[in-house]
Nanobody, 119 residues
């Protein structure tokens, strides 16, 4: 079992910045992909950015050039630096970790952190 603890959400003005962090509890298994998802009010959850243990990164088009995902494998922590925030970035942001144990892969989610961007 892996627990994910998120921090860093809050209120920002349009054009401002926030930095999210997600720390995974220590695990004997290997954490493969770590990523950030978001769920705006009344909408479905969507992938924002993901990073593999090897450093391969993927972003949703709407955040390219504004958000940066990074990862500290030694700390099992993933970060999301969000710059030039827009009101449409308002959502609950969730951290996700894909943990590999032998032939098995399990996904774990954080509790979510609210990001609100005012115009």
């Amino acid at each position: 079992q892996v627990q994910l603890v998120e921090s860093g959400g809050g209120l920002a003005q349009a054009g401002g910045s926030l930095r999210l962090s997600c720390a995974a509890s220590r695990s004997r298994s290997s954490i493969d992909v770590m990523g950030w998802y978001r769920q705006p009010p009344g909408k479905e959850r969507e992938l924002v950015a993901a990073i593999t243990s090897g450093g391969t990164i993927n972003y949703v088009d709407s955040v390219k050039g504004r958000f940066t995902i990074s990862r500290d494998n030694a700390k099992n922590t993933v970060y999301l630096q969000m710059n030039n925030l827009k009101p449409e970035d308002t959502a609950v942001y969730y951290c996700k970790a894909a943990v590999v144990s032998g032939p098995y892969k399990n996904n774990y989610w954080g509790q979510g952190t609210q990001v609100a961007v005012s115009s």
